[in-house]
């Protein structure tokens, strides 16, 4: 899970102060102290620790937290607002013309995943109504143009290619104007990288903004390469002056360094954040939000997007109705599972939960194997089995285990979180229909 280990240090650190009714100038020091410890830890740039550290220090040693009711939660928001800011306070959106075709121009080192996100940007465009062109502009790295015919093709987008031959610059300026000419909205130029920032590179890329004028240069860069993703991120900018960053592969960075240091050190917002491989895996960044995250206090409003972007409205109404009518059963519980698994990584779902624990979450199976496994128990039941689990005895356990290649704990395990899921769904309905009418879980819209 992404900033986990900065996540967990950080909470224990809160958890010291909270148990605490006064606080004195030496416990926000050793706070502090901690803090630092845990940012320099996740890899955040050692002068953004530094500045980071001071302006805590001067808000919390003040009149707002040592005279406060509540001093540990003062601490916390202080933490929290300065999170905020050091990610660039709120989410920074992509620009269009005001008529026109919006050219943006994609770039940045080899294997940050550049034409992947391409694509991902232009389906994100796509679903919003925008008549999208990918360019491809990638004459150097084998097979770059056929990757992103492939992507084009299967998000359902036109790529336009000139093949190998032509330069770079060359098909950027085509481009343009085939788009012009046929209507497009936006043209997203996927264009070339290098295994290290070189002059050549940068020249081609010089140009190719000269010829196009783009609206938006946005830099690729693989969270997953840590403090080397910024110091590539000022090489970019120095020489383009990107307008913007997506950060790639920031669900595999359990440590998050770059993703705290860039924009401070750049002064250009993170747009877009890389949670996956699948083509809808790419989101906006709302710093907010992954301050909250961090901190332990969930991300509701994200949570509630992915819901409503991969969720099916009428099939949340019948459950909705069958909550009611206490008639949960086992084939709505595999339906909902199913539902989870296409809003991504169910250990990045679950740490969108306020007060989610991200220590206990981490001892949890929460695969995509461990899923097709309670798939598979529930499909070997008998259609009365699954309508009505109270039938399911020592016999009937065995089978389901024998006909699903689990074990009988397996099954054991999977009717008692059925179970625990069926009373929490009568507990709501006991609430009343007025109210319950006004409440929506997670799954509902």
Do not use: W
């Amino acid at each position: 899970m992404i900033f986990d280990g900065l996540s967990n240090k950080l909470q224990d650190t809160f958890k010291k102060l909270r148990g605490k009714g006064k606080l004195t100038e030496k416990d926000i020091k050793e706070a502090t102290r901690e803090i630092k410890i845990a940012l320099l830890e996740a890899d955040v740039n050692f002068k953004v620790v530094k500045d980071f550290i001071k302006k805590i220090n001067e808000r919390a040693v003040g009149v707002e937290v040592l005279q406060s009711l509540t001093p540990g939660q003062q601490v916390i928001k202080i933490v929290n607002d300065e999170l905020t800011s050091l990610m660039g306070k709120e989410n920074t959106k992509l620009e269009f013309s005001k008529k026109g075709i919006t050219p943006i121009m994609l770039v940045g080192l080899q294997g940050a995943g550049k034409t992947t996100t391409g694509g991902k940007l232009a389906n994100l465009l796509k679903e919003k109504g925008k008549k999208v062109l990918l360019v491809a502009c990638d004459v150097y790295r084998p097979a770059a143009i056929k990757q992103l015919q492939v992507l084009g093709q299967q998000i359902g987008v036109d790529v336009f290619s000139l093949g190998d031959k032509e330069s770079p610059v060359q098909i950027a300026k085509k481009a343009i104007e085939h788009a012009e000419h046929n209507l497009y909205d936006v043209v997203i130029v996927d264009t070339a990288g290098r295994l290290h920032v070189d002059e050549q590179l940068m020249d081609e890329l010089y140009n190719i903004k000269n010829e196009i004028e783009p609206v938006e240069i946005l830099l690729n860069v693989d969270a997953m390469t840590g403090q080397d993703a910024v110091t590539v991120a000022e090489s970019f900018n120095e020489k383009l002056d990107i307008t913007g960053i997506i950060m790639t592969k920031l669900d595999g960075d359990t440590r998050g360094g770059a993703a705290l240091s860039i924009t401070a050190v750049t002064g250009k917002h993170i747009k877009f954040v890389g949670m996956g491989e699948k083509i809808a895996d790419l989101e906006p960044f709302y710093p907010d939000r992954m301050a909250s995250r961090i901190l332990g206090m969930g991300d509701v409003l994200s949570l509630i997007e992915k819901a409503q972007a991969n969720f099916d409205e009428q099939k949340a109404l019948e459950l909705q109705e069958k909550i009611r009518k206490q008639e949960f059963t086992l084939v709505d519980f595999k339906e909902q599972m199913q539902q989870m698994k296409s809003m991504g990584s169910l250990s990045d779902i679950l740490q969108m939960m306020p007060g989610a624990n991200t220590k206990a979450l981490q001892g949890l199976d929460m695969s995509d194997k461990e899923l097709v496994k309670t798939e598979a128990i529930i499909d070997s039941m008998t259609e009365a089995e699954r309508l009505n689990p109270d039938i399911i005895n020592a016999s009937r356990r065995k089978r389901i285990a024998q006909g699903s290649g689990t074990r009988v704990q397996d099954v054991n395990k999977l009717l008692k979180g059925f179970e625990q899921s069926r009373k929490m769904m009568k507990q709501l309905s006991s609430m009343g229909g007025k109210k319950m009418s006004k409440f929506k879980l997670p799954f509902m819209r």
